[in-house]
């Protein structure tokens, strides 16, 4: 059984930063594509940041070059770091594994609260 763990999120001022940490089991990030998302109240669910299946990465582009995305093999476990935060970066943020039809996986997420 695959399960996606979020840890991290929180409340920061504006300019603050956060790290989100996802924990995987049941499966590796190896071949898949894995990432972070965000939905915010109201609004739909949006990419933040993700690897393809290549090893490529993609950001959103509101988060580029403040977001970066990492990952720890050996601890199974993804991160998110978020920097120079802004109040429109608040929303839930989801990690996900992507490993093909049927077989698309969702943590519970976490909030992350950013003040002005």
């Known amino acids: 059984q695959v399960q996606l763990v979020e840890s991290g999120g929180g409340s920061v001022q504006t300019g603050g930063s956060l790290g989100l940490s996802c924990a995987a089991s049941?499966?590796?990030?190896?071949?898949?594509?894995i990432g972070w998302y965000r939905q915010a109240p109201g609004k739909a669910r949006e990419l933040v940041a993700a690897f393809s299946r290549d090893g490529s990465i993609v950001y959103g582009g509101p988060v580029k070059d403040r977001f970066t995305i990492s990952t720890d093999n050996a601890k199974n476990t993804m991160y998110l770091q978020m920097n120079r935060l802004r109040p429109e970066d608040t929303a839930v943020y989801f990690c996900?594994?992507?490993?093909?039809?049927?077989?698309?996986?969702w943590g519970q997420g976490t909030q992350v609260t950013v003040s002005s």
């Open positions: 996900n594994i992507f490993a093909g039809p049927g077989r698309d996986y």
């Open positions: 049941g499966t590796t990030f190896r071949g898949n594509t």
